[in-house]
């Protein structure tokens, strides 16, 4: 079967540094994205990594050990607005597969 | 009008009722999708097209009729609903799945349908 598993929810304050992880099994594996969905609105493309490794954009980094079946989303100098839902999903070989979601709350 | 529109935003129907929830996109895209999205569960898949030609249905009762008449426009054609069909509705679109893997999908604002 597949499945992916993220923490269901995860608080900080202003500023701080957030690691939201995901682990995966799935078949046909070709990468990890990352989407931030707002409550009320739609979720948003954050990342994708298809290889080993970390990539950064601005204040957010995604990171994915294939070995390991295993990513995770940075988001660094948190602001209020980052308080929203974010889903992990693995590309398949035409679809992708999301996770349950992690709900990050910041605080002042 | 640009990204990905959904109409209705918000639909209240009976089990008895026939409706249908219209989805646009004006990107460009040769992929399009619907997806059910419930509390606490993960988003759920339910249909895939690629170039018009559904290339997915993700054990989705028949009482959901999805319809794709051009590369632009899904349909979702209900009847017959149950309680537990209480959900966002999302349509997402894309470029035409490769093989490489990499497929950003836009979603559109969702439907959030009540069935009584």
């Known amino acids: 079967g597949q499945s992916l598993e993220q923490p269901s929810e995860v608080t900080a304050v202003e500023g701080a540094i957030v690691q939201i992880n995901c682990t995966y099994q799935?078949?046909?594996?070709?990468?990890l994205s990352w989407y931030q969905q707002h409550d009320g609105g739609a979720p948003t493309f954050l990342s994708y990594?298809?290889?080993?490794g970390l990539e950064e954009t601005g204040r957010f980094s995604s990171f994915l050990s294939r070995s390991d079946s295993y990513g995770y989303l940075l988001l660094q100098e948190l602001q209020m607005k980052d308080s929203a839902s974010y889903f992990c999903?693995?590309?398949?070989?035409?679809?992708?597969?999301f996770g349950t979601g992690t709900r990050l709350q910041v605080f002042p | 009008e640009t990204g990905v529109t959904q109409t209705p935003r918000h639909l209240v129907m009976g089990m008895t009722n026939k409706k249908s929830l219209k989805c646009e996109q004006h990107l460009g895209h040769n992929a399009m999708y619907w997806y059910k999205q419930s509390a606490k569960k993960p988003l759920e898949l339910m249909f895939v097209y690629n170039f018009k030609e559904q290339t997915e249905n993700n054990s989705v009762p028949s009482r959901f009729s999805p319809e794709c008449p051009n590369s632009s426009h899904l349909f979702l054609h209900l009847h017959t609903l149950q309680p537990e069909d209480s959900a966002l509705y999302l349509c997402a679109s894309s470029q035409a799945m490769r093989t490489s893997g990499e497929n950003e999908q836009f979603f559109g604002p969702g439907t959030r349908l009540t069935v009584l």
């Open positions: 990594n298809a290889l080993d």
């Open positions: 999903a693995v590309s398949g070989t035409d679809k992708l597969i």
């Open positions: 799935t078949s046909g594996f070709y990468g």
